[in-house]
C-alpha cells in the first residue's frame, strides 16, 4: 500500500494543467505510428515525444523481447526478475510518454526472449522462430492499425542481432497483414500506408554500424518547445528514458536539437511524414468513401476541436467546444456508410474515448483509490477504497470496476462520491503475468481497473482509470531455501548439508522432488537434512519441494522508487553443484562489490575467506587482504572505490593481487588511472566481445600459474557456458600484461584481451572480461575452477 509521502510525491508530479493540455493535444490528430524495437530502452524517446505531444499522434510501442537478458545497475535482479523490472520501466517510461505498448515477446519462457547478445538477424530470426515473430507483428499491425511503421534500427552489420531481426520482422509483416488469405484468428487486414527506417546511424559505444544510414526522405524537425513545460521534446524524451534506471539511462542534454530524419521505403522526398495520409478529421471529410453529410460533420467537430486547443487553459470556453465535438462525433458515426467505417471506424472511435477524457479533465474529475494489499493470494480478499470528486456541472457520476482473469469484486459501501469494493481472486484465479502482453496509456490496465461514466449536459462520457496501485495474483504455495546452492566439491568427504527451508506448510504438507539415491529429511520445522549418495558424481542435482504436488516458489519484492512493487516470483530449487574444486590454501579476500553481480555470494559459497568490504574498510589497511576482487561495474558506481584507486595501486605494489571484473568504458574507468598499468576496453562492445557461449578457447600460456593452480583448467572447465564467453574485451594493454586466453565468434579474428595478467612491483593485476558473474550464477563449473584460481594470493606463485 501507498504511504502518505508516496501519494504526495505523485500528485506533485502530476498537475492539473498538464494533464488537461495532454489530453488537449490527443486531438490533433487521427495518425497512429507504431514504433518498433526489441529490448525496453530501444525507443527513440525524444522522436516519440514529439509525435504524440508536438503533433497529437497516437504512438504505439512494440517490443519483442523484456530486456532479461541485459544487465543491471540497480540491484540483483537477473533473467526472469530483470525482464520483470524492465517490464515495469518500460510502462512507466511509455507514461511518461503517453503511448501504449504491444509486448511480442512474452518473458524468459516464451520463444521470442532476450537470449543475450547477438551479431546477425537471421540467425536471431532462426532461434526466436521467424514465423512466430513475423506472425506477432501481423497480428499487432491489425488490432492496432498504423498508419506509420518506425523500426528504432537498422539491419546492418555492426548492429544489435536482436535490433536486425526486429527490424526485418517488422517489414515482412507489412504485407502479410494486407493479405486476406493470412488468417489471424479473424482479425481483419490492415494496409500499412507507409513503412520508414531510420535515417540515423545506430552506432554507439555498443554499436558501429558498417553501412551508412539511407538517404533522408522526410525529416521530424520541432521547431518550437513542448508549450505547457517550456522543454523540448528531446527534453521530455529523457524525462521517459530516465525510468530505464536499471541500464542507467536518462541524461541532461545541454542545447538538444530536436530532430529525426527518415527514410521512406520505397518512396520519394517528402514535404512532411502525414504526405498523403489522412492526418485529421478534416482530412477524413475528403476521403471518396465519405458522404457528404458525414464530411460536413467531421469538418464541423474538427473546427470544435481545433478552437478547443486554442482556448486553453480558459476550462470554460474549452468544455463548450469539446461538447459540440463530441454530440457531432456521435452523429457523423451513426451514419457511417460500411466501407468508409471498416477503413477510418477506429479513428472516429478512438476520437470520441480521448474527447471524453478531455472532457473529464476540463471538470477537474479526481479519482483516488487505496488498496489494503495490492498482491493476492487465490482465495484471497483485500479492499480497494475509491473516493472521487469534479466540479458541480458534471451529474449521476458512475464507477464502475472492470475484471479480467478470475479476479472479482464485491460493493461494500457506497455513498455519494465513495466506494469501497471488496476484490476477490477466486480457488482457480490464475497467477498473476509478471509480464503483461499490452499496456495503454491512456488506462485500463491490469486484472482490476475503473470504468468512470457521467452526465455533461446530456452527453454520456466514459473513461477508464488505472488504481494507484496494481494488483497482482501471487501464488499461495512459498518457499525460499536459505541459500539457492550448495557448492560440494568432490574432494571432500561432505555428502549431508543442513538447510533451512523457509516456508508456509506444515512438515506433513511438504514433499521434495529429488534425484535418485537423494533424500530429505526434516529435522525441525525449518530445518531439513539433504543426503547426497556416498558415490556422488560430477553433477547439478535440483532438490525441490512441493506441496499438494505443486512446487513452491520464492517471492522476491522488486521495489523500486521509479515503478510500482511488484512481486516476482519463481521455482527455484535448491541446486547442488557437485564438482573437482580445489581452493587456494590460506587466501583471505576482500570483494569490493557495486550490487550488479552475486560474485561475493559465490565466493562465501565456495567456501573461500571473503570480506566485503564498505567504504571505512577501503580507507582502511588493506594489506590485511591477500586478493582484492572488484565487481562488475563498480569502479562507476562507487565513488568510494574511485577514491581508493591510489591505496589500491599501493596494495598491488607491497604484493596484493587485485581481480578486476569485466567494466565497460564508461563505467568510471580511466585507462590510465583505474588499473595499475593502462589497459584499454575495446568499444564499441560488438566489436569486442563473443556471443557464442561455446566459442573455442585457446590457452596462449598453458604454464601460467593461473591456469594450473590450485585447479589444472582444461577444455572442459570452458564447456556448459550460457549466454556468452565475454564482452567488453581489453583491446590495448601495458607491455607489462600477459593475454591467457584468446577466442573469438567464428568467422571473426581471435580476441586476446578476455583475460590478461601482470606483475606489478610485488603483487599482481589481473583483469578479464569474461561473464564469469553470470556462468556463476548458472552453476557452470568451469567457472568456479577458474574463479578459485583467480583469487589467489600472488605468494602461492612459484
Known amino acids: 500500500m501507498l504511504n502518505d509521502r508516496e501519494r504526495l510525491t505523485r500528485q506533485k508530479s502530476d498537475p492539473a494543467i498538464i494533464r488537461l493540455h495532454r489530453a488537449l493535444s490527443r486531438l490533433k490528430s487521427v495518425v497512429t505510428v507504431m514504433h518498433s524495437g526489441a529490448h525496453p530502452d530501444d525507443e527513440q524517446s525524444g522522436m516519440v515525444a514529439y509525435l504524440r505531444y508536438g503533433r497529437g499522434m497516437r504512438v504505439v510501442v512494440t517490443c519483442s523481447t523484456r530486456g532479461e537478458g541485459g544487465q543491471n545497475i540497480l540491484g540483483p535482479e537477473r533473467q526472469g526478475a530483470l525482464g520483470a523490472l524492465r517490464t515495469r520501466e518500460m510502462e512507466q517510461a511509455a507514461r511518461e510518454l503517453d503511448c501504449d505498448i504491444y509486448w511480442v515477446g512474452h518473458g524468459p519462457d516464451d520463444p521470442i526472449n532476450d537470449f543475450g547478445f547477438s551479431k546477425n538477424g537471421e540467425e ?22 498504423p498508419d506509420i511503421v518506425i523500426p528504432t534500427f537498422l539491419d546492418v552489420p555492426g548492429q544489435h542481432g536482436h535490433h536486425r531481426a526486429m527490424t526485418l520482422a517488422a517489414e515482412r509483416a507489412v504485407a502479410l497483414a494486407a493479405d486476406p488469405v ?11 500506408p507507409k513503412f520508414y527506417l531510420p535515417a540515423w546511424s545506430g552506432a554507439s559505444d555498443a554499436y558501429d554500424d558498417e553501412v551508412p544510414p539511407p538517404a533522408v526522405t522526410v525529416s521530424l524537425s520541432a521547431d518550437h518547445d513542448d508549450v505547457v513545460t517550456g522543454v523540448s521534446y528531446d527534453e521530455i524524451g529523457q524525462w521517459s528514458r530516465a525510468c530505464h534506471h536499471s541500464q542507467g539511462m536518462g541524461k541532461w542534454l545541454y542545447r538538444p536539437e530536436s530532430r529525426w530524419d527518415l527514410h521512406l521505403k520505397g518512396g520519394r522526398k517528402e514535404a512532411d511524414i502525414t504526405d498523403n495520409l489522412p492526418a485529421t478529421l478534416r482530412d477524413l471529410a475528403q476521403c471518396d468513401t465519405c458522404t457528404p453529410d458525414v464530411a460536413v460533420l467531421l469538418d464541423t467537430v474538427q473546427t470544435a476541436l481545433d478552437r478547443a486547443i486554442a482556448a486553453f487553459p480558459d476550462r470554460a470556453a474549452i468544455k463548450v467546444f469539446l461538447l459540440g465535438a463530441y454530440a457531432g462525433l456521435v452523429q457523423a458515426k451513426a451514419i457511417l456508410p460500411n466501407d468508409f467505417a471498416s477503413r477510418h471506424g477506429h479513428r472516429l472511435a478512438r476520437k470520441n474515448q480521448e ?15 487505496s488498496i489494503e494489499n495490492p498482491f493476492l493470494q487465490p482465495n484471497g480478499e483485500t479492499i480497494v477504497d475509491i473516493r472521487f470528486s469534479s466540479d ?10 472492470v475484471v479480467r482473469d478470475g479476479v472479482s469484486t464485491r460493493l461494500l459501501t457506497q455513498e455519494a462520491r465513495h466506494i469501497r469494493l471488496a476484490v476477490l481472486a477466486g480457488n482457480n484465479t490464475p497467477v498473476g503475468s509478471l509480464y503483461p502482453r499490452l499496456f495503454f496509456a491512456a488506462h485500463g490496465n491490469g486484472p482490476l481497473y475503473l470504468q468512470m461514466r457521467a452526465n455533461c449536459n446530456g452527453q454520456i462520457i466514459e473513461r477508464n482509470c488505472d488504481l494507484a496501485e496494481t494488483v497482482q495474483i501471487v501464488p499461495a ?3 525460499q531455501w536459505a541459500e539457492d546452492a550448495i557448492i560440494a566439491p568432490l574432494a571432500t568427504p561432505t555428502r549431508t548439508w543442513l538447510m533451512t527451508l523457509d516456508h508456509n506448510a506444515t512438515v506433513d504438507e511438504l514433499d521434495f522432488k529429488v534425484p535418485a539415491g537423494w533424500k530429505v529429511t526434516a529435522t525441525a520445522r525449518n530445518e531439513f537434512e539433504v543426503a547426497a549418495p556416498a558415490d556422488m558424481s560430477a553433477g547439478l542435482y535440483d532438490i525441490l519441494p512441493v506441496r499438494d504436488n505443486m512446487p513452491l516458489v ?13 512481486i516476482y516470483h519463481c521455482r527455484q530449487p535448491l541446486r547442488v553443484l557437485a564438482l573437482d574444486l580445489t581452493l587456494p590454501e590460506n587466501t583471505r579476500i576482500g570483494y569490493i562489490g557495486a550490487g550488479a553481480d552475486n560474485v561475493g555470494h559465490w565466493m562465501a559459497r565456495m567456501g573461500l575467506n571473503v570480506t566485503n568490504l564498505a567504504a571505512s574498510d577501503l580507507g582502511g589497511d588493506l594489506s590485511q587482504y591477500d586478493t582484492l576482487v572488484v565487481g562488475i561495474f563498480a569502479f562507476g558506481m562507487r565513488q568510494d572505490l574511485a577514491s581508493a584507486i591510489p591505496q589500491i595501486h599501493q596494495f598491488v605494489a607491497q604484493g596484493g593481487h587485485l581481480l578486476t571484473l569485466y567494466h565497460r568504458p564508461g563505467d568510471g574507468w580511466d585507462i590510465n588511472k583505474t588499473p595499475p598499468r593502462p589497459v584499454k576496453i575495446g568499444s564499441p562492445s560488438l566489436r569486442w566481445r563473443v556471443t557464442n557461449p561455446a566459442a573455442p578457447v585457446k590457452i596462449l600460456l598453458p604454464d601460467h600459474p593461473l591456469l594450473n593452480g590450485p585447479n589444472q583448467i582444461g577444455a572442459e572447465d570452458w564447456a556448459g557456458w550460457d549466454k556468452e564467453r565475454g564482452l567488453y574485451f581489453a583491446a590495448e594493454w601495458d ?51 577458474l574463479l578459485a584460481n583467480l583469487v589467489q594470493g600472488q605468494r602461492n606463485y612459484p
Open 124 to 145: 536471431t530470426l532462426e532461434r526466436w522462430g521467424e514465423y512466430l515473430l513475423i506472425d506477432r507483428m501481423v497480428r499487432s499491425y491489425r488490432r492496432e492499425k
Open 182 to 192: 493470412y488468417d489471424c484468428d479473424g482479425l481483419a487486414p490492415w494496409k500499412v
Open 355 to 369: 474527447i471524453a477524457i478531455a472532457l473529464f479533465e476540463t471538470m477537474q474529475v479526481k479519482v483516488n483509490s
Open 392 to 401: 458541480n456541472e458534471l451529474k449521476n457520476i458512475e464507477i464502475v470496476p
Open 477 to 479: 504455495y512459498e518457499g
Open 554 to 566: 520464492t517471492k522476491t519484492a522488486i521495489d523500486y522508487p521509479h515503478i510500482s512493487k511488484l
Open 735 to 785: 607491455d607489462a600484461y600477459q593475454p591467457l586466453i584468446s577466442v573469438s565468434d567464428a568467422g571473426e579474428a581471435p580476441l586476446r584481451g578476455g583475460l590478461i595478467t601482470a606483475e606489478i612491483g610485488q603483487g599482481r593485476h589481473t583483469h578479464t572480461s569474461l561473464i564469469l558473474h553470470h556462468q556463476l550464477d548458472k552453476c557452470v563449473p568451469g567457472a568456479f575452477r
